[in-house]
């Protein structure tokens, strides 16, 4: 080959590449993709670059339970669990004269209620704040003096309507006759499977946030 061809050949691959068609212009199963190619902004993706900017596995996992504090499943499931504490709060003032055995059950369905249904619109309204604050990040938001004060308040409330709930479980009775040992059966077993429920609950986000850690941790 003279040196003319030789040029000649090793250019004609980069004269090829130049012709490639573009990602919307390949054409498959008989039409056009018109979409842009995959996005490397997945759930993962971001997951990666918390771990990467993080300087330790708990500033890690704090980060990501923002992450996924900010997800579209989070808000969904944010707006279902508004029932809950709705339910409490109707189920509290129903039977509130109807449990004299431990009086303080009716009480803390309303309390627990009211402040359930407080937060979860405190949380909406932060959130949506949020999205037009676009210079606002995990890393740059501060903790609520008031909303920590609340949350403790929640978390002691929670324990001490355990200990009212489960006291009288083997000896209340629900004969209205018994006035010493009275309390409505509908009242008591709904305050006592939404106890329930919610342990059940707190134990199933415990194993997955250990599950997701452990797995965002492995990727490399």
């Not at 030789?6 to 199963?29: C, F, H, N, R, V």
């Not at 403790?152 to 018994?178: E, M, P, Q």
């Amino acid at each position: 080959f003279s040196p003319q061809t030789m040029a000649e050949s090793d250019t004609e691959p980069l004269q090829k590449s130049s012709d490639l068609p573009s990602y919307s212009q390949i054409e498959g199963g008989g039409g056009v993709f018109s979409d842009a190619p995959p996005s490397y902004e997945s759930l993962f993706g971001r997951i990666r670059q918390k771990k990467e900017t993080s300087t330790s596995p708990f500033d890690f996992f704090t980060k990501l339970c923002y992450l996924l504090g900010g997800t579209i499943v989070c808000t969904v499931l944010v707006g279902v669990f508004m029932a809950l504490p709705l339910s409490m709060l109707i189920m509290g003032a129903l039977y509130k004269d109807d449990c004299p055995y431990q009086r303080y059950i009716p009480i803390y369905l309303i309390v627990g209620g009211s402040i359930g249904i407080l937060r979860t619109l405190w949380a909406l309204c932060q959130k949506a704040c949020r999205r037009h604050d676009s210079d606002d990040n995990e890393e740059n938001r501060k903790s609520n003096p008031l909303e920590i004060v609340v949350n403790c308040f929640v978390l002691a409330w929670f324990i001490t309507g355990s200990v009212w709930i489960y006291s009288i479980y083997s000896s209340y009775n629900r004969d209205i006759n018994d006035h010493k040992h009275y309390c409505n059966y509908t009242l008591y077993q709904y305050a006592f499977w939404v106890t329930n429920a919610v342990y059940i609950l707190l134990g199933s986000v415990c194993i997955c946030a250990c599950t997701l850690f452990t797995c965002a941790m492995m990727v490399g």
